[in-house]
C-alpha cells in the first residue's frame, strides 16, 4: 500500500466530518478536561496532517523540511503554539537559528542547493505562513472553488461547503486557498494562491480541459461550471490515465460531494463512473465503490426492489472485468491485496455467481476439514459471509467462532456472522453479545452496526437499540 493511497482516504473521510454543522475548528480554546477530549477526533488529527500536506506541497517538500527543522531545533524541550511552527516556517533561509549552519552547509538553504523553481518566495519571505494557515486552523469547515472557464479566463470563486443548511453566515468564511491545476495543454502543475472571495487566472491558450487540485493535495473541492465537469468526463472515458489515479479518486470524490448539496445532478456523477470499467488502481476503485455502495443500500431500505436491482447491476458491471481477475489467494503487493479482498467481498455479498459459486467450493473445503484448512486471509470473510447465508453454514460458523484462539480469525467470523439473511439469527447474535457469555459484550456495538447494514437486520438493530438502550447505557 503507497503511503499516498492510504492518505488519501483519512483525507476524503475527514472531509465527510468536517462538512457538518457539528465539525469545529482544528485549533479552538478549551477551559475543562471534558472539552479536551472532545478535540481528540478526526478533525483534529485527520484534518490536520491534510492540511499540513496541502502546505508541505504549496512549500515544497525540501522547504517544509528545513522549516520543521529549524521548529524542532528552536524549541526543543520548550512548550509551543501554532503562531511558532507557522513562524518558522516563514523566511527559512535566514541567518537566525541555522544549528552550526548545518542547514546552509548540505540542506534546503545552502547556495550550493538547487531549489525548486517555485521555492523562489521563500529567498524573499513574500509568503505570510501564518495568515495563510490561520485560515485553516481558526475556522471550521473548508472551501468549495467554483471554477468557469471563458475562454483564456478562468473564473474562481469560493465558498463554504456544507451539507446542511445553519444560521451561521457563510459569507464570512475565506481562506487562502493554494491552488495547484493542470490543462490539456500542459502537464506543468500551477500555483495560484487565493486569498479573496473571487479571482481570474488568466491562461497563455484556451484549453479543452483542467483540472484544479492535483492529486489532491488541497484540502478542498472543485465544482467546474457550464461544460467543465462534461469535458472531464469525457478526458476519463477516452484516455483515463491523461490524469493520476488521485485525480481520478479526487474527482469522484468531489462529483459525489457535489450532488449531495444538489450542486450537480445526479446523472452527471453517475455519468463520471462509467470509465471506472477501465480503472484498476486502488484509490479511484475504493472511492467508486464508496460513493456508489451508500446509494444502492439507500434503495435497498426503501424497498425499492426494481431500481435496487438496476443499480447493483450497473455496479457489478462496472467492475465486473476486475473482479474476474482477481486471484483467490494471498499474492500481489499490499495494495493488490486490498484491492482483491474489498472487490470478492463486494461481488459475493451482491450476489455474483462466479464469486459466490467459487466461495462455495471453498468453504465446502474448509468445512469438510473441520475449519482446519488454512484459507488464503484475503479471501477468508468472502468465504465466510457466503457459507453464513445457510443455517447450517452458519451454525458451523459460531461452533469455530467459540473454539478459534485466532483473534484475526474471529473477527472475521463474527462480522460473517452479522450477513445472515436468516432475522432469527441475526437477533440471537444481538441477545447473546448483550448478555456477553458466548459473545463478548465488548463487540455488541460493532455486531449491532454491521447487523444494521444488512437489509434483514436494520430494522431489527433499531428495535434492538430501543428495547435495551437502558442496559447499553449501563454497560
Not at 230 to 242: G, R, S, W
Request: glycine share 4%; hydrophobic share 40%; net charge negative.
Amino acid at each position: 500500500l503507497q503511503v499516498e493511497d492510504y492518505f488519501l482516504s483519512k483525507c476524503f473521510e475527514a472531509m465527510d466530518v468536517d462538512s457538518l454543522n457539528s465539525s469545529h475548528p482544528v485549533s479552538t480554546p478549551v477551559e475543562n478536561p471534558a472539552q479536551i477530549l472532545e478535540m481528540f477526533d478526526d478533525v483534529s488529527y485527520d484534518k490536520g496532517a491534510c492540511i499540513l500536506n496541502m502546505l508541505r506541497d504549496y512549500m515544497t517538500p525540501e522547504a517544509f523540511k528545513a522549516g520543521i527543522v529549524r521548529y524542532l531545533r528552536r524549541y526543543s524541550y520548550r512548550n509551543t503554539k501554532n503562531e511558532d511552527l507557522w513562524d518558522s516556517l516563514t523566511n527559512i533561509c535566514s541567518n537566525e537559528d541555522l544549528h552550526d549552519g548545518r542547514m546552509q552547509e548540505d540542506g534546503f538553504c545552502s547556495n550550493s542547493q538547487k531549489r525548486p523553481s517555485s521555492a523562489h518566495w521563500f529567498m524573499e519571505d513574500a509568503l505570510d505562513v501564518t495568515s495563510l494557515m490561520n485560515t485553516w486552523t481558526l475556522q471550521k469547515g473548508f472551501p468549495m472553488i467554483t471554477v468557469t472557464v471563458k475562454g483564456k479566463q478562468v473564473h474562481l470563486h469560493q465558498e463554504l461547503y456544507q451539507k446542511s443548511a445553519d444560521s451561521f453566515r457563510v459569507d464570512s468564511y475565506l481562506w487562502h486557498v493554494p491552488l495547484t491545476y493542470i490543462t490539456s495543454r500542459s502537464a506543468t502543475v500551477h500555483r495560484f494562491l487565493l486569498k479573496t472571495k473571487t479571482d481570474v487566472i488568466i491562461l497563455p491558450e484556451e484549453v479543452e480541459w483542467i483540472k484544479f487540485n492535483v492529486d489532491m493535495n488541497g484540502y478542498y473541492i472543485v465544482h467546474y461550471e457550464g461544460e467543465g465537469w462534461d469535458t472531464l468526463v469525457n478526458l476519463l472515458i477516452k484516455n483515463h490515465e491523461a490524469i493520476s489515479s488521485n485525480d481520478r479518486a479526487n474527482l469522484i470524490n468531489n462529483a459525489f460531494l457535489l450532488v449531495s448539496i444538489g450542486k450537480l445532478p445526479l446523472n452527471k456523477a453517475l455519468d463520471l463512473t462509467l470509465y471506472l470499467k477501465q480503472e484498476a488502481k486502488i484509490m479511484p476503485v475504493f472511492q467508486g465503490l464508496n460513493e456508489l455502495i451508500p446509494i444502492y443500500k439507500l434503495m435497498e431500505k426503501r424497498d425499492m426492489v426494481d431500481v435496487e436491482n438496476q443499480l447493483k447491476a450497473y455496479i457489478v458491471n462496472l467492475f465486473k472485468t476486475l473482479i474476474d481477475q482477481q486471484t483467490w489467494t494471498d499474492d500481489g503487493s499490499v495494495s493488490e491485496r486490498m484491492l482483491r479482498s474489498q472487490l470478492l467481498m463486494f461481488a459475493c455479498v451482491r450476489n455474483y455467481q462466479p464469486c459466490v459459486v467459487k466461495a462455495e467450493e471453498y468453504f465446502d473445503k474448509w468445512k469438510q476439514s473441520n475449519g482446519t484448512l488454512r484459507l488464503p486471509g484475503d479471501i477468508a470473510l468472502a468465504v465466510y459471509a457466503v457459507g453464513a447465508q445457510t443455517s447450517e453454514g452458519w451454525d458451523f460458523l459460531f461452533q469455530k467462532y467459540q473454539t478459534s484462539l485466532f483473534s484475526a480469525e474471529k473477527s472475521q467470523i463474527e462480522v460473517a456472522l452479522t450477513f445472515s439473511r436468516n432475522p432469527e439469527k441475526l437477533q440471537w447474535l444481538m441477545e447473546e453479545s448483550l448478555k456477553g457469555d458466548v459473545v463478548k459484550s465488548q463487540d455488541l456495538p460493532f455486531i449491532v452496526v454491521y447487523v444494521s447494514k444488512n437489509p434483514s437486520g436494520f430494522q431489527l438493530a433499531w428495535n434492538f437499540l430501543k428495547k435495551n438502550w437502558g442496559k447499553l447505557v449501563q454497560k
